[in-house]
């Protein structure tokens, strides 16, 4: 089946489509004629996931599904969470929220933190979710050249590298976004629609 992914976010796209089987074609908004920024104007990552699939939804009236991600430190009551974008201002890119989070963290001995994924499925005017999510831990500096955001700071549990240096596959294999994504097709493959 075909499912149009409503991001403007290409890293995200790039993910989705690698992590999806093979028989769910992922659509992007480009191929849907739409160019945008989608907002993001909730203040919790379900409520932003909520608004990006019901807005490309009703937009061309088709089914779609959204995701919302959120990097939450458990020593910074789990920011920056539904802030993760704009951390260090909204005009500012991932370098400086990178480097706001380091700061941040400088000389505090717990790292623990997680990535959260909630995807949105919305059809019709109804909706279901999906979380996922991966813990591990904050790094004292940038390890790595791949991947996107915050991946160079992030070491999933027992994995012993971060995100950005692993290999797509590898990241793919055990990110929060493939686990929100494997719940999400299953619940394609019990409504039998794949
Ligand atoms: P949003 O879900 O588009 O609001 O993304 C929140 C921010 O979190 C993004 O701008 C990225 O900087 C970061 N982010 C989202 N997903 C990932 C990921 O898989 N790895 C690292 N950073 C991420």
């Given at each position: 089946m075909k499912l149009v992914f409503a991001s403007s976010n290409p890293n995200k796209l790039k993910e989705i489509i690698a992590i999806a089987p093979p028989n769910i074609q992922i659509v992007g908004l480009k191929e849907l004629g739409f160019e945008g920024e989608l907002e993001e104007t909730q203040t919790t990552i379900e409520?932003?996931?909520?608004?990006?699939?019901?807005?490309?939804?009703?937009?061309?009236?088709?089914?779609?599904?959204?995701?919302?991600?959120?990097?939450?430190i458990e020593a910074l009551n789990n920011e920056p969470g539904v802030y993760s974008a704009r951390y260090a201002g909204k005009k500012e890119g991932f370098i400086d929220n990178v480097a706001k989070v380091l700061?941040?963290?400088?000389?505090?001995?717990?790292?623990?933190?997680?990535?959260k994924t909630v995807i949105t499925y919305y059809n019709q005017g109804k909706y279901v979710q999906f979380e996922g999510i991966t813990e591990g831990e904050i790094t004292l500096e940038r390890h790595g050249e791949g991947g996107f955001g915050y991946d160079c700071i992030f070491i999933p549990?027992?994995?012993?590298?971060?995100?950005?240096?692993m290999t797509q596959n590898e990241k793919n294999r055990l990110s929060h976004r493939k686990k929100s994504f494997e719940k999400f097709a299953n619940h394609l493959a019990a409504l039998s629609v794949l």
């Open positions: 409520g932003n996931s909520l608004q990006k699939a019901e807005f490309i939804s009703s937009k061309f009236n088709v089914p779609c599904f959204a995701e919302d991600t959120g990097l939450e700061t941040k963290m400088e000389g505090i001995k717990n790292r623990k933190a997680q990535f549990l027992n994995s012993g590298k971060t995100y950005a240096e």
